[in-house]
């Protein structure tokens, strides 16, 4: 692998300056982002509105690994003076900060496609609401440096990470996303998310041997035995709904706890103007 600097993999299509982005590729070992970004490039889309398609990690992507110097959903905005990772993360956020844009990934967590926003973009909440999604996660305060804090973007996640699954669900939701965007042309299915914050990491020595017990977004009570690892059981302290955890997904945490935020972008909008 060369140290050279590898920049995005920038495609404009459609009429005029892009005024829309879907990004795929943010983490190398994702590929269905990937597909779908490369797919819809090289369609003959009736693009209604300038669209830029973006693989963000190009040498990351070629190598199937996650990162290369850092991890790139990590380090947003970035500095264009820093590691690879860093310089994308740098490059992406400019170029995309005036766009409304979808970043698409994958997980080891859950097999069905769900959203993620950050609560510093108000405006992602409406985006998000009227894609075709069960479950929308609201990760600030917990899962920071994102690509969610470069604009009005929202992330997918569209389920098991190298899977032919996955890699149709990111093209089924990028195109439901240009349209409803209108940027294609046709009226996508709406979904009607319920919505979850991020509340804490759940952690686990590297290298440990997990067990899960719950599944994500179902309630766990108080007193569940929710996991274990190496053996011993971790029991809730206090009720919770599970996010992107899984036995594999991360090497030192099993994922997430949440809470729900509301069954309807209205409840979680009326919760505001309460707070």
């Not at 996955?166 to 990028?174: G, L, P, V």
């Not at 977004?217 to 996010?243: K, R, S, W």
């Amino acid at each position: 692998m060369s140290d050279e600097y590898v920049p995005p993999d920038v495609t404009v299509a459609g009429p005029g300056e892009p005024e829309v982005a879907v990004i795929g590729g943010v983490h190398g070992d994702e590929p269905g982002g990937v597909h779908a970004v490369r797919r819809l490039r090289d369609a003959d889309l009736d693009l209604q509105r300038g669209v830029m398609f973006v693989v963000a990690n190009p040498a990351a992507v070629e190598a199937g690994q996650r990162f290369l110097d850092s991890d790139l959903n990590r380090v947003f905005p970035g500095d264009p003076d820093g590691d690879r990772e860093q310089r994308i993360a740098a490059e992406v956020c400019d170029r995309v900060a005036e766009l409304t844009t979808m970043s698409i990934h994958g997980t080891h967590s859950h097999p069905e496609p769900f959203g993620l926003v950050h609560r510093s973009q108000p405006s992602e909440y409406d985006l998000v609401a009227e894609l075709p999604l069960p479950h929308v996660v609201d990760h600030s305060g917990v899962y920071e440096g994102t690509i969610t804090t470069c604009g009005c973007l929202v992330e997918i996640e569209v389920g098991i990470q190298g899977t032919d699954e996955a890699a149709e669900a990111a093209e089924r939701q990028a195109r439901a996303f240009l349209q409803r965007v209108g940027a294609l042309p046709g009226d996508p299915p709406r979904g009607n998310p319920d919505f979850f914050h991020m509340t804490e990491a759940v952690p686990k020595a590297p290298g440990a041997v997990g067990d899960l017990y719950v599944r994500n977004f179902e309630y766990v009570p108080e007193g569940t035995v929710f996991a274990a690892v190496d053996g011993e059981d971790l029991v809730a302290d206090e009720p919770f709904y599970p996010i992107l955890m899984s036995e594999c997904g991360y090497p030192d945490i099993f994922g997430y706890k949440g809470r729900k935020l509301g069954d309807s972008l209205e409840e979680v909008k009326q919760s505001w103007l309460k707070a």
